[in-house]
């Protein structure tokens, strides 16, 4: 059996590589350059046949994460980070200007 046919025989027990190709990704070409120079056990193949696992978090988890959360340091950070843009400000001169919005008095024609 020739190396064109071992190739086949490799690719047909692997069909996730032909998404490789239909994506774009890889050609038939490169792989089976690497086929040929590597052979079918080398590690270059664990990018491409190993299923990638997407992460997922259940509401268990989410909820064991926000117990966790110490609202009080997160407070105390922000505090403190609102006293240090306050003492910038002061440095710099910069004072946020806060304009206060006035209605304008109606429109009266005739004094109605």
Request: aromatic fraction near 12%; charge should be positive; proline fraction near 2%.
């Amino acid at each position: 059996m020739n190396t064109k046919d071992k190739f086949k025989n490799f690719v047909k027990g692997h069909p996730k590589l032909a998404s490789y190709v239909k994506d774009g990704k890889m050609s038939w070409q490169k792989f089976y350059e690497m086929y040929d120079m590597y052979g079918e056990d080398n590690e270059v193949w664990n990018d491409y046949l190993t299923e990638k696992k997407v992460a997922t978090t259940s509401s268990f988890d989410l909820a064991s994460l926000v117990k966790g959360i110490d609202l009080d340091s997160i407070q105390n950070g922000v505090s403190s980070m609102q006293r240090v843009l306050g003492l910038l400000q002061d440095m710099t001169g910069k004072k946020t200007v806060k304009t206060e919005y006035k209605a304008r008095p109606l429109y009266k024609h005739f004094e109605d």
